[in-house]
């Protein structure tokens, strides 16, 4: 009798899935010195980077009128560009400098996370002279 609770113990706990288990998870970000940076520059100098990182990558941008850091993803910093043509582009920098560009029209399609639209700035009024 006894060898038979054992046996129906044992396997009714082999059913048991590790899955329901509490995971210990540890989340490590990596320093980014390099989105660091882009982000301490003034507006202006940073829309230049924003721009020079689009172009470097042989896509067309006239002039990045917006820009911004949305989120990290997979390691490296995700930031998003408006063109003055309207366009928004991802960027994203790796802690080593490499830099991938991206049309947030293609982020579903490539299984990336979407872009948040950014507006273009509101003008600023010329200054009496």
């Excluded at 320093?31 to 980077?49: F, T």
């Excluded at 689009?54 to 949305?70: E, L, M, P």
């Excluded at 049309?103 to 299984?111: E, I, K, Q």
């Amino acid at each position: 009798m006894i060898r038979w609770l054992a046996a129906a113990l044992f396997f009714s706990l082999g059913g048991c899935e590790r899955g329901d288990l509490p995971q210990n998870v540890t989340k490590i970000t990596v320093a980014n010195p390099h989105s660091d940076q882009l982000k301490a520059l003034p507006e202006d100098l940073r829309q230049l980077g924003l721009m020079r990182a689009i172009r470097d990558s042989g896509r067309r941008c006239k002039r990045v009128v917006n820009g911004a850091h949305q989120q990290e993803h997979s390691g490296m910093a995700m930031w998003v560009a408006m063109c003055e043509d309207g366009r928004h582009w991802a960027i994203f920098i790796a802690p080593n400098a490499d830099v991938q560009v991206r049309l947030c029209d293609d982020m579903d399609t490539l299984d990336l996370p979407q872009c948040r639209p950014l507006s273009a700035p509101a003008a600023t009024p010329a200054k009496a002279g």
